[in-house]
């Protein structure tokens, strides 16, 4: 798989992917900027209370746990490389809204705080040991804790005025979550760059044992 990977960084569409992620990122930060200089505009999803697209976007962004574990998500697939630098994004919003479907129909689950904040833990561990799991073994690991989000996210719909409106801007903020972390994850071709992000995976896996710390103790 290396050697794949490394045949498509020298046929240039590395570059064309890296021009990709340059726009994304652009598209998200103009995104945000208009959101957030919305002011009361928020509310108008059509039903004209608060609970739509903006709020659905915003969430991962204000919720440190979300935001990690989906930045991570990124992170570890451009540190195992093709194909799963492509698959892991994909897989994690797929599976999410497997698990927000559990979530509205309010089927019996495990614990979901401590699933999240166990994917932030274990996800920065990962990256911060380097650790090169097979392609199936990544995408069920990250397929699994999508389910913990998703669930999250499902049993908040009933409560929100537009739960489309706000689906879609949470599964948008997600699919942008995922290619900063890509994106973070091109540092590794610089000089100490693999040092770098098995540092900020530690970091992530502090976070995620601090979230678990208090999901337990709650």
Same mark, same amino acid.
Not at 12 to 25: F, N
Not at 184 to 204: D, H
């Given at each position: 798989? &290396?050697?794949?990977?490394?045949?498509?960084?020298?046929?240039? %569409?590395?570059?064309? #992917?890296?021009?990709?992620?340059? =726009?994304?990122?652009?598209?998200?930060?103009?995104? /945000?900027? *208009?959101?957030?200089?919305?002011?009361? #505009?928020?509310?108008?999803?059509?039903?004209?209370?608060?609970?739509?697209? &903006?709020?659905?976007?915003? +969430?991962?962004? &204000?919720?440190?746990? +979300?935001?990690?574990?989906? #930045?991570?998500?990124?992170?570890?697939?451009?540190?195992?490389?093709?194909? =799963?630098?492509?698959?892991?994004?994909?897989?994690?919003?797929? #599976?999410?809204?497997?698990?927000?479907?559990?979530?509205?129909?309010?089927?019996?689950?495990?614990?979901?705080?401590?699933?999240?904040?166990?994917?932030?833990? =274990?996800?920065?561990?990962?990256?911060?040991?380097?650790?090169?799991?097979?392609?199936? *073994?990544?995408?069920?690991? /990250?397929?699994?804790?999508?389910?913990? +989000?998703?669930?999250?996210?499902?049993?908040?719909?009933?409560?929100?005025?537009?739960?489309?409106?706000?689906? /879609?801007?949470?599964?948008?903020?997600?699919?942008?979550?995922?290619?900063?972390? %890509?994106?973070?994850?091109?540092?590794?071709?610089?000089?100490?760059?693999?040092?770098?992000?098995?540092?900020?995976?530690?970091?992530? *896996? *502090?976070?995620?044992?601090?979230? =678990?710390?208090?999901?337990?103790?709650?």
């Amino acid at each position: 798989m &290396n050697r794949t990977w490394r045949a498509i960084e020298g046929s240039g %569409i590395e570059r064309k #992917v890296q021009v990709a992620l340059r =726009l994304t990122l652009a598209a998200a930060v103009l995104t /945000v900027g *208009a959101i957030l200089t919305a002011g009361t #505009v928020d509310a108008h999803t059509g039903t004209g209370l608060a609970g739509g697209f &903006n709020a659905g976007f915003l +969430h991962p962004l &204000n919720g440190p746990d +979300h935001l990690l574990a989906m #930045v991570a998500v990124g992170l570890w697939g451009a540190f195992l490389g093709y194909p =799963l630098i492509v698959a892991l994004p994909v897989i994690f919003p797929a #599976v999410m809204a497997v698990g927000g479907v559990l979530g509205i129909a309010n089927v019996p689950f495990p614990p979901v705080e401590i699933g999240i904040a166990l994917s932030v833990l =274990l996800l920065g561990a990962v990256i911060a040991g380097a650790f090169r799991a097979p392609a199936w *073994a990544a995408c069920s690991v /990250v397929g699994l804790f999508a389910l913990f +989000h998703g669930y999250a996210h499902g049993q908040e719909l009933p409560s929100v005025a537009d739960p489309i409106a706000y689906s /879609v801007g949470f599964v948008l903020a997600t699919g942008m979550l995922h290619v900063v972390g %890509i994106a973070i994850g091109y540092v590794r071709k610089w000089p100490k760059g693999t040092v770098a992000l098995r540092g900020l995976g530690g970091l992530i *896996a *502090a976070a995620g044992f601090f979230f =678990l710390s208090n999901a337990i103790t709650q």
